[in-house]
């Protein structure tokens, strides 16, 4: 299975903490997605780092990207309780076909 | 653009039946994308279309599964016949390429 990897798989931290999620990949990517999804709902992108970039920021959300150890992290800076969902690192594999296989996710539970 | 549009959001059938799930994509989206999510396997790209075109369809189950994409804004996936382990919550995405997908709420198939 191409299918990554995220650790840990449960996070409980208190409001206003960081939350940080790691993520590793099998095979070379053209991009790597971050996604979150409420319970019962649809997954919502948040952020896309490309293969050739080593960090990106978006409001309280910064990612990194070691392409040299298959790997990336998300953080999340001030923790809310709204940020409570489970998160999914996405990758994106080239060449012949263009398709993005999810990782594991990390369920995140802010308390309040 | 109201997103990413699938129905039905639920399904509730019996071994045997047939089971049509609908998804019609953002306007110019070129890409569309069918996966399946369950507690046991994650989420899962079932098969995904380019310009309408079907790229990949590695990931579907078995030949009770197939996809159309008759026009840039309307897609089904279909079962026939459904069975219990065909229970899940099966997305729909689309994206141009390059960029984050998006999602649908989903289609939550309960196979009795």
């Known amino acids: 299975s191409q299918q990554g990897e995220e650790d840990p798989q449960a996070l409980s931290i208190q409001e206003g903490e960081n939350a940080t999620m790691n993520c590793s990949y099998k095979t070379s990517i053209n991009n790597l997605q971050w996604y979150r999804q409420n319970s019962g709902r649809g997954l919502v992108h948040l952020i896309l780092i490309r293969s050739n970039e080593r960090e990106k920021h978006s409001g309280r959300l910064r990612v990194t990207l070691d392409t040299s150890k298959k790997s990336s992290s998300l953080l999340i800076t001030a923790s809310r309780a709204a940020d409570t969902a489970s998160y999914f690192c996405?990758?994106?594999?080239?060449?012949?076909?263009?398709?993005?296989?999810f990782g594991t996710g990390t369920l995140l539970a802010v308390q309040p | 653009d109201a997103g990413v549009i699938q129905s039905p959001r639920h399904e509730v059938t019996e071994m045997g039946q047939e089971v049509t799930l609908r998804c019609k994509p953002i306007s110019g989206h070129n890409s569309l994308f069918w996966y399946r999510q369950t507690m046991m396997r994650g989420l899962e790209l079932l098969i995904y279309?380019?310009?309408?075109?079907?790229?990949?369809d590695s990931g579907m189950p078995e030949d009770r599964f197939s996809a159309k994409m008759p026009n840039a804004s309307f897609s089904t996936l279909k079962i026939q016949p459904s069975e219990p382990r065909d229970s899940a919550v099966y997305f729909c995405a689309s994206t141009e390429t390059g960029y984050g997908y998006t999602f649908g709420s989903g289609t939550r198939l309960t196979v009795v």
């Open positions: 279309f380019n310009n309408n075109v079907p790229i990949d």
């Open positions: 996405a990758s994106l594999y080239g060449g012949a076909t263009n398709k993005l296989i």
